[in-house]
């Protein structure tokens, strides 16, 4: 399938960051997009989860409950297809120990995003998880998992209280943007770069294909 086969298709994105919506939006220019985030604000949470294989399990977990609460809320709405899909951002404090790192804490925004700097991203590698879910007119479902390693560099240091003042690491996962001012502290990305920021645009087009196919057979 190329990507233009899509032209004129409506895909249901179930979600509400903007990211998501345009990085799917650059991947399928010609579709109707709507949007339908989940109504459920309370996500299955990462406490006490501390094995990679659980962390995995977990975030597979979520998308799929997106997807299921989306479908609930879609009735009689048609569609071609509805996509959900989450993000995290894992670091490993001790050997195959692994933390999962949400939003900074409005509370506490500027010292708790400044120790993670110091203490799990300047100088180390860390991961992007992302768990994308996919549904057809069908209602065959398509996921997959996709690993991205990201390397910040030690001299990175120097920016941290400059790079809090800008505000950007406020709402972002993890607290930094790559796509943003946070590219300033990367030395290296091994995997799919959209993925840190919210979709693998390459995996997320691979799903289409394989749900597509399905619904031709």
Same mark, same amino acid.
């Given at each position: 399938?190329?990507? $233009?086969? @899509?032209?004129?298709?409506?895909?249901?994105?179930?979600?509400?960051?903007?990211?998501?919506?345009? !990085?799917?939006?650059?991947?399928?220019?010609?579709?109707?997009?709507?949007?339908?985030?989940?109504?459920?604000? *309370? *996500?299955?949470? +990462?406490?006490?989860?501390?094995?990679?294989?659980?962390?995995?399990?977990?975030?597979?977990?979520?998308?799929?409950?997106?997807? *299921?609460? /989306?479908?609930?809320?879609?009735?009689?709405?048609?569609?071609?297809? !509805?996509?959900?899909?989450?993000?995290?951002?894992?670091?490993?404090?001790?050997?195959?120990?692994?933390?999962? !790192? =949400?939003?900074?804490?409005?509370?506490?925004?500027?010292?708790?995003?400044?120790?993670? +700097?110091?203490? #799990? #991203? !300047?100088?180390?590698?860390?991961?992007?998880?992302?768990?994308?879910?996919?549904?057809?007119?069908?209602?065959? @479902?398509?996921?997959? @998992?996709? +690993?991205?390693?990201?390397?910040?560099?030690? $001299?990175? $240091?120097?920016?941290?209280?400059?790079?809090?003042?800008?505000?950007?690491?406020?709402?972002?996962? =993890?607290?930094?943007?790559?796509? =943003?001012?946070?590219?300033?502290?990367?030395?290296? /990305?091994?995997?799919? @770069? $959209?993925?840190? /920021?919210?979709?693998?645009?390459?995996?997320?087009?691979?799903?289409?294909?394989?749900?597509?196919?399905?619904?031709?057979?």
């Amino acid at each position: 399938m190329s990507i $233009s086969d @899509l032209a004129g298709k409506t895909i249901v994105l179930g979600s509400r960051s903007p990211r998501r919506r345009e !990085l799917l939006e650059r991947l399928y220019p010609e579709a109707r997009i709507e949007i339908l985030p989940p109504d459920d604000p *309370e *996500e299955l949470s +990462f406490d006490g989860i501390h094995s990679l294989e659980g962390i995995q399990q977990q975030i597979q977990r979520i998308s799929r409950l997106k997807n *299921e609460n /989306v479908v609930r809320q879609c009735k009689e709405q048609t569609y071609d297809y !509805l996509l959900t899909a989450d993000t995290v951002i894992v670091v490993e404090p001790t050997e195959n120990h692994y933390l999962v !790192l =949400g939003q900074p804490p409005e509370t506490d925004y500027a010292s708790t995003t400044k120790f993670w +700097f110091e203490n #799990y #991203y !300047l100088g180390k590698s860390h991961l992007a998880i992302s768990a994308i879910c996919l549904r057809n007119r069908c209602q065959s @479902l398509f996921e997959k @998992l996709v +690993f991205t390693t990201v390397e910040m560099n030690q $001299s990175g $240091s120097t920016l941290v209280d400059w790079y809090l003042q800008t505000d950007e690491p406020r709402g972002k996962a =993890g607290g930094y943007a790559i796509q =943003g001012l946070g590219s300033l502290f990367i030395s290296q /990305v091994t995997g799919s @770069l $959209s993925n840190v /920021v919210g979709l693998p645009l390459l995996e997320t087009q691979q799903l289409f294909d394989r749900a597509t196919d399905q619904t031709a057979g």
